[in-house]
């Protein structure tokens, strides 16, 4: 069982930044991709992005491409996503995730949620 350590998040005006991070209790990390989801209220949780671990692949939603970046520190212990240029419609709770197999794509860890609040 890995748990999953969410840090960061807060309240910040448009157009601010904001950085969340995620460290898994079993250190480094060693599954094929750590993930980054939100949940808004009255919507569904969707994806935002993720890291592959071995290959460093990169993938973002469209609606974060170009403002979010997601990185692994060297010893792949701490996940981040650096979040500029925030909108209001960014407002949602920040989830990361992982999963239990270093060779497939699978989300079956989830951390605690962390509120991120964009102000207008």
């Known amino acids: 069982q890995v748990q999953l350590i969410q840090s960061g998040g807060g309240l910040v005006q448009a157009g601010g930044s904001l950085r969340l991070g995620c460290a898994a209790s079993?250190?480094?990390?060693?599954?094929?991709?750590v993930g980054w989801f939100r949940q808004a209220p009255g919507k569904e949780r969707e994806f935002v992005a993720r890291i592959m671990l071995s290959t460093g692949e990169l993938r973002y939603a469209e609606s974060v491409k170009g403002r979010f970046t997601i990185s692994v520190d060297s010893a792949k212990t701490t996940v981040n996503l650096h979040m500029k240029n925030l909108k209001p419609e960014d407002t949602a709770v920040y989830y990361c995730?992982?999963?239990?197999?270093?060779?497939?794509?699978?989300?079956?860890?989830w951390g605690q949620g962390t509120q991120v609040t964009v102000s207008s």
């Open positions: 079993k250190r480094p990390f060693s599954s094929y991709a």
């Open positions: 995730t992982t999963g239990a197999s270093s060779s497939y794509l699978r989300y079956d860890y």
